[in-house]
């Protein structure tokens, strides 16, 4: 089950990721991230 787990977070990250690059910095600036914070604030997110 550990490696399904695994996939199941590793889903999460990657659409979190991959929604947050499809803002616009001014609206990642709204909700206060950079472009740099986008795979940081992914690997938080569970």
Do not use: C, Y
């Not at 990250?13 to 909700?31: A, C, K, Q």
Request: charged share 30%; no cysteine.
């Amino acid at each position: 089950m550990l490696t399904l787990n695994n996939a199941r977070s590793w889903l999460s990250r990657r659409r979190t990721m991959n929604t947050l690059r499809g803002l616009s910095n001014e609206t990642l600036e709204d909700i206060g991230l950079t472009r740099f914070d986008v795979a940081r604030s992914a690997r938080q997110a569970r």
